[in-house]
């Protein structure tokens, strides 16, 4: 399940194709412009900071940057390295060990991906603090009630508890194919069980890893939803403080062009850091070495995968669940939740099935007719879902007011954004099965007589239905759990489930709040399972 | 081939839900009468500051009287006034409701307002509309202290706004820096007292290491709880909550007539200068202001503009409060100084 990993930096050559054919200049043409949406409104906010004279940081104290960068990246750095070893933890105890369980484990493990971070941090407001879920329990037994969950160590625990599933994703495959027989090797050479661990083992998880924490550290400095409610000040945080504080708009540009910047070194950065390795070994010949653990250990495996669960999944589901609960008994009212699912979904979709198509001319392109100028064009596709959504939104809100107001607050402009953002996703899901579906089939269509558009139609395309509807979901899932861009560029009246879960837990309308989050995980959550979580331990 | 089948059956629901989404798009947030349209064919678009209990129920109580249909776009007051002045002459709204005036003074002054007629500016006193005429008082609300009673004793309540930056209230304070109100209450310090002086108390609030909040209910609900020990709120929260809960440990302290930190502020609705349907917003503006919409609004503890309509129950008449006396339509005048100190003192 490669559908969320960016690929290595140069693709290793397609073993099974030796000869290349140049692309043709449609696919070239049609696969730039499918891009185009995505840069126009980056390129709008980079150039904001670097045209001459556009340094211009409207009254914004250089001091301030400083402090924004300094509690970004701590938290960025803090949230990347606990989900790393969390994740290759939990990754290796359900795919390298002997306990009981594993598919449904991992399963557990994965699902909450389908609690958005905003979710979470609503979830970790109403366990803590003098009223909250927790605190009763605690002064229940004559102890003292938590104090308010907020600041650094509330968004570090949110943002790792929610991202984590991440590595764990990426990771299981990554050790579920290594060849047995270098761990073999080492042991038999007398390494030691942690010794293999760390020179056999981890060098071969490491691409793994990196992605995974690639896409945790994007997802952290891109976070709005978790830091705003648990009151934790980072770029994203003051780029909203500013558009909402000022009455002009350009500091938050200025913020959002800097933070692009950022994320674009953070790219540049991991995949110099990722080097040549290819992601994925080729399916091993047999089943993976697997360590029977015995004793405390056991026990300390069960309950270290039981607490995980419980903090990532059933805690905030529970309170979730508790606080909508008690709110409707107590008959707290509760906004309109069906147009609202309905908005969410059938937007989500139509950008799910957009993209999806859009994906494949972009595939093939990379895929087939792989050079260094198509390995560019997937780093800029890379590039843009590493930005963040609100300086996206942002970017995309200034374009089109000032360009295309004619779309300006419509459900297209939403759509094109969300293609834009999650455009990747399929693109690395409709790739990950070009490779594996190999050219041969393509070519002997071909010889047969059949022309380029009927090959892909009858032969390229049936054969990658599963990969596509895997991209597709993590595409609808990503655009369901969508928050800021939404915000920004929904049409008026278009409230969707993640504006209805923010507008009301920011104003603390708990009731209102749970009950559309439950509903919006509980839809997430069929995608994700039947797309991605299922699939994960099978081969 | 099941593959390709799965594919397909599921492009169809997709499109089936597209078809869907088209369709709730173009419907009206209310399901009233369809023969509710406004002369040019289109809705009346509302930019509303203040949050959708407030509005709504107003509203759709004007969509059911004159048949214009309204769409409403809820968000901060600060964000709507930003969106106007980045959309320009494209914006979509019609009316703008700002939940204090010095936003909406702000966008007056940068001429994005047009006059509002006479009739609608006579329906409220003077010194809650600009003196130009282009937003119009529809409430008032005055700035408080909020306290919780078990945490803080009657003795130790700060009696005026410069007690509150004595280090005895370090990390016991909620503020909301970015919110709208406290932006205007900043401006009318500035107004009453010199740039200066309102640099000092807010560097004194930052040094209190205050717990930063993005609106005043979080801060009331924290108050009530007892996570927190006071905040710096507008009144009408804490007797929102009183309405709901029953019994909270928790109350509003006035300052002193003439304190800045009392500053009875309108919130402000205005026409934008962009707007094509002037008529169908004045009505919406006249409705606002209705016997009916002004008792909605004291119904939920805010001073209704209008006169003869009433006083929120166990509070003081509107002459009575106690408020900082300044001209609400000069806060415009400070608000970018009060933006830029509000920065500079590291609160935003």
Known sequence: MTTLAPPAAETAPEPSSPRRRRAPLPLWLLAGALMLPALIPIAYLVWAVVRPGGFDAGGIPAGRLVELFGSTARLMVAVTLTTSILGAATAWLTTRTDLKGARLWSTLLTLPLVIPSYVGALAFLGLSGNDGLLSRALTGMGLQPLPVFSGFWAAWAALSLWNFSYVHLLAVPALRRMDPALEEAARGLGASRWRTFLTVVLPQLRPALLSGMLLVGLYTLSDFGAVSLLRYETFTRAIYTQFRGRLDVTPALFLSGVLVIVALVVVWAEQRARGRAALYAHRPPRRPVVTALRGWRRAAAYGFLGTVVAAALVLPLLTVAWWAIRGLSLGNPVGAVAGDLLRSASVSAVAALITVTAAVPVAVLTVRHASRATGALESVAWSTYSLPHLAVGLGFLVVAVRFIPAIYQSVLLLIVAYVAMFLPQAMSAAQTGLRQVGPSLEEASRSLGVGPMGTLWRVTLPLLGRSLLAGGGIVFLSAMKELPATLLLRPTGFETLAVHVWSASSELFYTDASVAALVLVAISAVPLYLLVARDLHRT | ?348
């Not at chain 2, 969106?83 to 979509?92: C, L, N, Q, R």
């Not at chain 2, 934008?272 to 002037?278: E, I, Q, R, V």
């Open chain 2, 1 to 348: 081939m099941r593959r390709t089948t799965a594919l397909l059956a599921v492009i169809a629901i997709l499109a089936a839900c597209g078809a869907n989404g088209t369709t709730t798009t173009t419907e009206a947030p209310a399901d009233t009468t369809d023969s509710g349209t406004t002369a040019s064919g289109e809705a009346l678009t509302l930019y509303s500051g203040r949050n959708e209990n407030f509005v709504q129920p107003v509203v759709d109580a004007f969509t059911a009287e004159t048949g214009i249909e309204v769409e409403v776009r809820y968000a901060g007051t600060g964000e709507l006034a930003t969106t106007i002045m980045t959309e320009g002459d494209a914006s979509p709204a019609d009316v703008f409701w700002a939940q204090d005036p010095a936003f909406i003074g702000g966008l007056a002054k940068e001429g994005y307002l047009t006059e509002l007629p006479e009739d609608v500016l006579s329906l409220v006193p003077e010194r809650f509309a600009d003196a130009d005429g282009r937003w119009v008082g529809i409430t008032a609300r005055a700035r408080v202290f909020v306290y919780n009673t078990e945490l803080v004793p009657e003795e130790e309540l700060p009696a005026d706004i410069w007690e509150v930056t004595d280090p005895k209230w370090k990390g016991r304070l909620g503020v909301a820096p970015t919110n709208g109100s406290f932006v205007a209450f900043v401006t009318g310090m500035i107004l009453a007292e010199g740039e200066e002086r309102t640099r000092e108390w807010l560097e004194g609030i930052a040094a209190n290491e205050p717990q930063i909040f993005d609106g005043n209910g979080p801060i009331v609900d924290a108050v009530v709880a007892g996570d927190l020990d006071a905040g710096l709120v507008n009144h009408y929260y804490l007797l929102q909550r009183i309405a709901e809960l029953g019994e909270v440990p928790a109350a509003n302290h006035f300052f002193s007539d003439g304190d800045p930190g009392g500053l009875v502020m309108a919130t402000g609705a205005g026409i934008l200068a962009s707007s094509d349907k002037p008529e169908e917003a004045a009505e919406l503006i006249r409705y606002l202001l209705s016997e009916e919409s002004q008792n909605h609004f004291l119904g939920l503890f805010e001073y209704p503009l209008v006169e003869g309509i009433g006083t929120p129950e166990g509070q003081l008449p509107l002459d009575e409060l106690p408020t900082l006396d300044i001209s609400l339509t000069d806060t415009a005048d400070t608000l970018d100084p009060a933006l830029a100190l509000i920065a500079e003192a590291g609160l935003s």
